[in-house]
């Protein structure tokens, strides 16, 4: 085995009490927290400016919608093809090229914009090229983490991740802000693609050799689709995606906090910020909670708490007259979205198996990105419909509702214990 203290046994037994940062301890593990919560600032300065520019080029809450569904469509196209990348070829590799290509998307974002030919048609256009990169990056990252370090450390190293990535999720919406006031949104997306750099170079620092079972696997229709069999057949995998499919459709409240601060809250500009600012903070706050715990033994018990406090923290924002009260409820769903997200993958890891981890767990990102993207665009047209506090109290209400209906009609979820 090569020198490498990230090449570790999965089958190592828990010492005891894990602490916060252990997995840190393991050199690849640290190279990957480390590099990615630039990019993940990057990507949210992206997010968040071509939302901006969207809603300012259209003032339309519909149009606004079709941005997160062409963010959707290609997860749903590609995203079990890029599992089956992640088993195929090297995950580094298939990391390290899709980010390449993510970086010359952001330039091409910032050349349309400061030369002033910046149109709703090529936001579109680039963020479901973006999408579908993103489809073949997360299964390979996601599948990436059990190589780094040992199987009782890898709620804490995916929570760890997490963390990073809320960390980006709060700083790259203020600092896109802040560039979309002072110099204009085209020098957002400038630093969006010099914030890439230092991950790609932390990947290729590592030492991490993966062949894993690579060479016996035959790239064809039946390999692409063997890890969403391989959940079908585990029953309670699919359980929890249904649970994060109705949620997410009824429920993507980001879609709409443009429209909550300009139409209903009347915050302007740096009220929205502020709301978006909250959800990774409440979700850090989770965060936090799950690295102080250490391990959670019944993660569908968990996870089926988490669902129903989302809807009804839903159905109470909604309702909020408040800009100080809809801020905490916000922190709140970010909260219970944070664990949500941290013991979902983490089952996912858990239960597959190391020739087959890539496609599995893309099915966690397959069906997060598609159901926040569907959502988004749901969103967007039941507000122009009903408004946007019904269409989102309507929305906890199923999502709550169907989470008591699953612990109730399929107790194994309440029991399971990957």
């Known amino acids: 085995m090569p020198n490498n203290e990230s090449a570790v046994d999965s089958t190592q037994a828990s010492p005891g009490k894990i602490k916060p940062w252990e997995s840190l301890k393991h050199r690849d593990f640290r190279l990957l927290w480390m590099g990615f919560p630039f990019s993940g600032v990057g990507l949210w300065m992206r997010n968040t400016t071509n939302a901006w520019q969207v809603y300012h080029l259209t003032d339309s809450e519909t149009l606004l919608g079709l941005t997160f569904l062409f963010q959707g469509i290609p997860t749903v196209i590609v995203g079990l093809f890029g599992g089956t990348l992640a088993d195929f070829l090297p995950k580094n590799l298939v990391i390290r090229t899709t980010m390449s290509f993510e970086m010359c998307l952001a330039i091409l974002l910032a050349i349309?914009?400061?030369?002033?030919?910046?149109?709703?048609?090529?936001?579109?256009?680039?963020?479901?090229?973006?999408?579908?990169?993103?489809?073949?990056?997360?299964?390979?990252?996601?599948?990436?983490?059990?190589?780094?370090?040992?199987?009782?450390?890898?709620?804490?190293?995916t929570t760890l991740t997490a963390f990073g990535f809320n960390t980006a999720s709060l700083v790259g919406p203020v600092l896109a802000g802040g560039l979309i006031d002072t110099a204009g949104p085209g020098w957002s997306y400038v630093v969006n693609a010099f914030l890439v750099l230092p991950a790609i170079i932390a990947l290729s620092l590592m030492r991490l050799t993966d062949e894993g079972q690579r060479a016996k696997l035959r790239l064809n229709v039946a390999t692409i689709f063997e890890g969403l069999i391989f959940a079908i057949r585990t029953r309670t995998l699919i359980i929890m995606i249904l649970l994060d499919v109705v949620t997410m459709i009824f429920g993507y409240y980001p879609a709409l906090m443009a429209v909550f601060a300009k139409d209903v809250l009347y915050v302007g500009g740096t009220g929205l910020g502020a709301l978006l600012a909250a959800a990774p903070l409440g979700a850090m706050a989770g965060l936090l909670l799950l690295l102080a715990i250490g391990n959670v033994e019944r993660k569908g018990r968990m996870l089926i708490i988490v669902t129903i406090i989302h809807g009804i923290g839903l159905i109470a924002f909604a309702a909020s007259p408040w800009f100080g009260l809809s801020i905490i409820l916000i922190a709140l769903l970010g909260l219970v979205d944070s664990i949500s997200v941290s013991v979902r993958q983490t089952s996912f890891q858990l239960v597959a198996k190391d020739e087959n981890r890539g496609r599995v767990v893309s099915l966690v990102g397959l069906v997060a990105q598609s159901s926040n993207s569907l959502g988004g665009a749901y969103l967007g047209l039941a507000a122009a419909l009903m408004g946007p506090q019904l269409s989102l109290a309507i929305g906890g209400a199923i999502g709550a509702g169907f989470a008591l209906i699953m612990a109730v009609a399929y107790p194994k979820l309440r029991e399971f214990r990957p």
Do not use: D, M, Q
């Open 112 to 157: 349309l914009t400061l030369n002033g030919h910046i149109e709703v048609w090529h936001i579109y256009a680039i963020t479901f090229t973006s999408s579908a990169l993103a489809a073949c990056e997360h299964p390979a990252r996601a599948a990436l983490l059990p190589k780094l370090v040992p199987r009782h450390l890898l709620l804490n190293a």
